[in-house]
């Protein structure tokens, strides 16, 4: 068994990896300074709740204390509050994530697994998305951090010994997600305004496709990920559902009214992971696909 931090343990992936480390029988950290908010349904019996700031390099250090792997998971991860906010945003995610790093190779940690976003791919005209080989031109400036932290990753690997990972997610969502927060927003909000009687507001003309995929399967690509032998040379994996559907495709699968609204800045049109790296690297796929994934999310929430 080992010990392991995850920064942002208490957001929503956070939570779901923290449920099924404490399953696995290991040690788990949470670090984190509750920037979304406290949610007392996430809180976790077994593991150990850190508030701190990631870009509190001596605080990171010593939680770090005996701690065999980290899950970078903390940021300010909202693409339309990045673009409102970019310096802010910059010092999180950027300064945020070089602190990490740096704790690592202080405190000896032997592996950092960063979690990266698809919107680092910007808008493309070829798909699906690999990870190797196509210039990466971010459209908002999350985006951009996301991807100084792949950058970030390869060289502490390169330079200083760290091990690393990034997993560039493609639409998580699932349990314990914040209907207000910045992770599957589209699907979490419509199961709220559904479950309070109201419209679903979609954004633009709904033709944005994504790789919706269950939490579950990205917990299961980070364990992985913190225990292949196959790499921890800052390789950028995809982890998607390799099935783009469209927020019109949410809206018939939850079912009811819906409003149409403007467009957000910053969103590309569609997304598609190549997931062949994942499939070589960590033996993984997913599992889940989006109908039975959102059934699974209403029982969860207590809805039909």
Same mark, same amino acid.
């Given at each position: 068994?080992?010990?392991?931090?995850? %920064?942002?343990? =208490?957001?929503?992936?956070? %939570?779901?990896?923290?449920?099924?480390?404490? =399953?696995?029988?290991?040690?788990?950290?949470?670090?984190?300074?509750?920037?979304?908010?406290?949610?007392?349904?996430?809180?976790?019996?077994?593991?150990?709740?850190?508030?701190?700031?990631?870009?509190?390099?001596?605080?990171?250090?010593?939680?770090?204390?005996?701690?065999?792997?980290?899950?970078?998971?903390?940021?300010?991860?909202?693409?339309?509050?990045?673009?409102?906010?970019?310096?802010?945003?910059?010092?999180?995610?950027?300064?945020?994530?070089?602190?990490?790093?740096?704790?690592?190779?202080?405190?000896?940690?032997?592996?950092?697994?960063?979690?990266?976003?698809?919107?680092?791919?910007?808008?493309?005209?070829?798909?699906?998305?690999?990870?190797?080989?196509?210039?990466?031109?971010?459209?908002?400036?999350?985006?951009?951090?996301?991807?100084?932290?792949?950058?970030?990753?390869?060289?502490?690997?390169?330079?200083?010994?760290?091990?690393?990972?990034?997993?560039?997610?493609?639409?998580?969502?699932?349990?314990? =997600?914040?209907?207000?927060?910045?992770?599957?927003?589209?699907?979490?909000?419509?199961?709220?305004?559904?479950?309070?009687?109201?419209?679903?507001?979609?954004?633009?003309?709904?033709?944005?496709?994504?790789?919706? %995929?269950?939490?579950?399967?990205?917990?299961?690509?980070?364990?992985?990920?913190? %225990?292949?032998?196959?790499?921890?040379?800052?390789?950028?994996?995809?982890?998607?559902?390799?099935?783009?559907?469209?927020?019109?495709?949410?809206?018939?699968?939850?079912?009811?009214?819906?409003?149409?609204?403007?467009?957000?800045?910053?969103?590309?049109?569609?997304?598609?992971?190549?997931?062949?790296?994942?499939?070589?690297?960590?033996?993984?796929?997913?599992?889940?696909?989006?109908?039975?994934?959102?059934?699974?999310?209403? =029982?969860?929430?207590?809805?039909?």
């Amino acid at each position: 068994m080992a010990t392991y931090l995850i %920064t942002g343990g =208490a957001g929503f992936i956070g %939570t779901n990896l923290t449920i099924a480390l404490l =399953a696995e029988g290991h040690t788990v950290k949470v670090f984190d300074n509750y920037a979304g908010g406290k949610f007392e349904d996430r809180v976790q019996e077994g593991a150990e709740y850190i508030e701190g700031d990631i870009r509190d390099k001596a605080a990171l250090v010593a939680a770090l204390d005996g701690v065999d792997g980290i899950f970078h998971m903390a940021a300010l991860p909202r693409v339309g509050y990045s673009v409102e906010h970019p310096e802010l945003t910059h010092d999180v995610n950027v300064n945020g994530t070089l602190n990490v790093l740096q704790a690592a190779k202080e405190a000896g940690v032997k592996r950092v697994v960063f979690s990266s976003s698809s919107s680092t791919y910007g808008d493309q005209e070829v798909f699906p998305l690999k990870e190797d080989g196509m210039e990466k031109l971010p459209i908002a400036p999350y985006a951009l951090h996301k991807l100084i932290g792949e950058h970030y990753g390869r060289l502490f690997a390169a330079l200083y010994g760290v091990e690393t990972i990034s997993l560039i997610y493609f639409n998580v969502y699932g349990p314990y =997600a914040d209907p207000n927060g910045a992770h599957a927003l589209v699907i979490g909000r419509f199961l709220k305004q559904k479950s309070e009687g109201e419209p679903m507001t979609i954004c633009g003309d709904g033709e944005y496709f994504r790789d919706y %995929t269950y939490v579950d399967d990205v917990v299961r690509a980070n364990i992985l990920a913190m %225990t292949t032998e196959k790499a921890g040379k800052g390789e950028t994996i995809n982890i998607g559902n390799n099935n783009p559907r469209s927020v019109n495709d949410i809206v018939k699968i939850i079912g009811g009214e819906s409003v149409f609204v403007d467009a957000r800045a910053g969103d590309g049109r569609y997304f598609e992971a190549d997931i062949t790296k994942a499939k070589e690297l960590l033996g993984w796929e997913p599992s889940m696909e989006l109908e039975e994934g959102i059934a699974k999310l209403k =029982a969860h929430m207590g809805l039909e």
